[in-house]
């Protein structure tokens, strides 16, 4: 069957002479550019496995449910358009560069690009307001998918065979600035770039967020990404080792995201971890003057940032060690082992004094000048060690890394 183009425009500015229904043609070739821009319908439009020769227009056009599964055709254009229901482009095929140009659409149910849906060229959907779904669900996108800034209520699936590659100078997933209600799936999709594969900056999830790192071949950008609860499908060691290696540049954010949703089910040995690998990051990646990362470096190895004060009480029983080895093998110090011990603790612990009164030290000896002065230098780090003790375990170091 053949119709043209301007056929199925004229029916639908009639429509109020159409059945209820609204118009539907199956399997039929479609002549001439079907442009529908501007069109006010109430009464659904059903073009399922049609083929269009030109490029589809549906700019503006108002529809009550709108129906292009297995639409074969160079485009789709349809910024602006409003459909009551579901728009559905289930298995459709679209082979121009610009595969669809889709800004501000208003959707009152749900989108679905999914069931073999395959896009030669990019797919823009930015700026559109989706009531229900969009499921993009063993789709292919060759060219990116740009979903930036849109509004989605239920979920957004791109999961379950969804690929996506592709995306030029931007991501492959364009995602920044969108909120959605409800779910966020990666969950079986796949999504490459030799660049950033996901951009998810400034994204509002407002339930669970279903992201298995596998599915991400390339970068990502995740500043701003807040969700609700634990996250899905990663384990906190694939986060620990996904987000210094495989994000395009340092941010507190993501890390801060993802220990306050630990925080929140009271998994406080992760978030120490994640506080801590965050902190590495910044060293790494970070913008820290010289001074300011040989700081950071003190800090981590002594007290973790702040985050395991203990390492701190380590190191001091490591200065008392030294300095008793340093005093027994001497020979510089006159009084029995035992008061020779006591000395040695003397001198190099701050807060606790033994009583070692009958020793001296010969400082006549270049030997025993040498003690004096490494006793000197213990003790300034054992008073250095206990206060980072404090400093950690009081969460001072926290306050200011």
């Given at each position: 069957m053949e119709i043209t183009g301007d056929e199925i425009r004229r029916r639908m500015i009639d429509h109020e002479s159409l059945d209820p229904g609204g118009l539907r043609l199956v399997g039929a070739t479609i002549t001439g550019q079907l442009d529908l821009s501007d069109v006010v319908a109430?009464?659904?439009?059903?073009?399922?496995?049609?083929?269009?020769?030109?490029?589809?227009?549906?700019?503006?056009?108002?529809?009550?449910?709108?129906?292009?599964?297995?639409?074969?055709?160079?485009?789709?254009?349809?910024?602006?358009?409003?459909?009551?229901h579901h728009l559905r482009l289930s298995g459709a095929r679209l082979s121009a560069d610009?595969?669809?140009?889709?800004?501000?659409?208003?959707?009152?149910?749900?989108?679905?690009?999914?069931?073999?849906?395959?896009?030669?060229?990019?797919?823009?959907?930015?700026?559109?307001?989706?009531?229900?779904?969009?499921?993009?669900?063993?789709?292919?996108?060759?060219?990116?998918?740009?979903?930036?800034?849109?509004?989605?209520?239920?979920?957004?699936?791109?999961?379950?065979?969804?690929?996506?590659?592709?995306?030029?100078?931007?991501?492959?997933?364009?995602?920044?600035?969108?909120r959605v209600d409800g779910q966020l799936?990666?969950?079986?999709?796949?999504?490459?770039?030799?660049?950033?594969?996901?951009?998810?900056?400034?994204?509002?999830?407002?339930?669970?967020?279903?992201?298995?790192?596998?599915s991400?071949?390339?970068?990502?950008?995740l500043e701003g990404l807040t969700y609700e609860g634990l996250p899905r499908d990663a384990?906190?060691?694939?986060?620990?080792?996904?987000?210094p290696t495989r994000t395009l540049r340092y941010s507190a954010a993501p890390w801060a995201q993802l220990?306050?949703?630990?925080?929140a089910a009271g998994h406080e040995r992760d978030v120490r971890r994640i506080r801590v690998a965050q902190q590495r990051d910044l060293r790494r990646r970070g913008r820290l003057s010289r001074w300011g990362r040989a700081w950071h470096?003190?800090?981590?190895?002594?007290?973790?940032?702040?985050?395991?004060?203990?390492?701190?009480?380590?190191?001091l029983a490591g200065v008392l060690v030294v300095s008793v080895t340093v005093v027994l093998s001497s020979g510089a110090v006159r009084c029995s082992v035992v008061e020779q011990v006591g000395y040695a603790l003397n001198v190099a612990t701050p807060l606790v004094k033994v009583d070692a009164a009958r020793c001296t030290v010969d400082g006549a000896s270049l030997t025993g000048q040498a003690v004096l002065a490494s006793t000197w230098l213990l003790q300034l780090l054992a008073w250095a060690f206990a206060t980072l003790f404090v400093a950690g375990f009081t969460g001072l170091v926290r306050r200011n890394a």
């Open positions: 109430k009464r659904p439009l059903v073009l399922r496995d049609c083929t269009a020769e030109q490029p589809v227009v549906l700019d503006r056009a108002q529809f009550t449910v709108l129906d292009l599964s297995g639409l074969v055709a160079p485009s789709l254009r349809a910024r602006g358009l409003a459909v009551d610009e595969s669809v140009d889709a800004l501000h659409m208003r959707i009152g149910g749900s989108v679905y690009l999914d069931e073999g849906f395959h896009a030669s060229g990019s797919v823009t959907l930015s700026g559109s307001q989706i009531a229900a779904v969009l499921m993009c669900a063993g789709a292919r996108f060759e060219a990116g998918l740009f979903l930036v800034d849109l509004r989605v209520g239920d979920g957004i699936f791109l999961s379950q065979g969804c690929e996506v590659s592709g995306g030029g100078r931007h991501a492959s997933v364009r995602l920044r600035g969108t799936v990666l969950r079986g999709g796949r999504f490459s770039s030799p660049g950033v594969a996901l951009d998810m900056r400034h994204v509002r999830v407002g339930k669970e967020l279903f992201m298995p790192f596998g991400v071949e390339g970068k990502a950008q384990t906190v060691d694939e986060w620990l080792a996904f987000l220990a306050a949703a630990h925080q470096l003190v800090r981590g190895v002594t007290v973790g940032h702040g985050y395991r004060p203990g390492l701190a009480l380590v190191w």
